[in-house]
Structures are given as C-alpha cells and as structure tokens.
C-alpha cells in the first residue's frame, strides 16, 4: 500500500501533463495567454511604463510550463522510486529514463491532437526540467540525511 502512495501523486501528475497535452492548439494558446497577461498585469504594477514583448513572453511562459511541468515529474517519480533509501546514480538514471519516456510519449500524442505538433526541443526542455528536479531533490535529500546524522552524532 505504501508503494502505491508513493507512486499516486506521480500518475496523479502525469494524468494532469496529458490532460494539458490533449487539449486543442487553440486551448492550449489560450491558456498560455492567460498566464501571459496575469504576468504582464502583475510586472506593470511594478514598472508601469514597461513594453512587453507579448511573442517572447508567451513563448517564454510556454517553454518554461514544460521545464517545470517536469521538474516536479522528476520530483515525484524519485521520491517514489527511492522510497526513503539511499539515492545512487543507477536510480537517478532509472528516473531520468521514466521521465524522458514519459516527455516523448507526451509530444507523440500531441502530434494527434488539432493544431499541436510534436517538438524534439520540448522533449530536450521537459528532460533538462526532469534532470534538474532529480538533482535540486537529491542534493536536498542528502544535506539533510547529513544534518540528521550530524544531530545523531552530538547526542
């Protein structure tokens, strides 16, 4: 039982990432606009006199979703596959090869879907946004195995 928790919030993600993916070109555009213009109404609020480059912010908060999107995929899937044990460098690949699996997968299906298209370079994004996930979690995950030894050792 205590697998399967570990492992719901990665299939609770990974639905949301194909829920996202499924959605039409012309959704999906909306959305990213959305966000766009919550940004550009927050960063005026700050600096009213500002000239957005709505194309490059858009494209930016679009490309920056698929890193962070995966960034927490990475999270989730070594928190479940480590299950509180030792992190070693076959594992972390084992994650990163779930999570660049997982990223194709996603750009095929949308491929299928109206007015989407399947990009190598979100596959590149999604993955350095899964690696970079693994990495922050692991070394977060050993200093504080090394702080709690630490404490352990001034008893």
């Known amino acids: ?18 829920y996202l993916s ?8 909306e959305l990213s606009s959305g966000v766009t213009d919550a940004i550009i109404k927050f ?26 999107a995966y960034f927490i995929l990475g ?8 299950r509180g044990k030792r992190m070693t460098v076959f594992k972390a ?19 299928f879907i109206p007015g989407r298209s399947a990009e190598v370079r979100d596959v590149l994004i999604d993955s350095s946004g899964a690696l970079t996930g693994i990495l922050i979690f692991s070394l977060i995950k050993s200093r504080s195995k090394m702080k709690r030894m630490r404490n352990y050792c001034k008893k």
């Not at 039982?1 to 194909?18: Q, R, S």
């Not at 959605?23 to 999906?28: E, K, N």
């Open 93 to 111: 690949g084992m994650v990163l090869t779930i999570c660049m699996l997982y990223a194709i997968s996603d750009e095929l299906h949308q491929y």
């Open 43 to 68: 960063a005026s609020s700050f600096i009213p006199s500002a000239d957005f480059n709505l194309d490059f912010l858009e494209h930016f908060v679009r490309k920056n979703a698929h890193f962070f």
């Open 75 to 82: 999270v989730f899937v070594l928190n479940a596959l480590s």
């Open 22 to 29: 499924h959605q039409p070109g012309a959704a999906s555009s």
């Open 1 to 18: 039982m205590k697998k399967f928790i570990l492992w719901l919030p990665v299939i609770l993600w990974m639905l949301l990432i194909f």
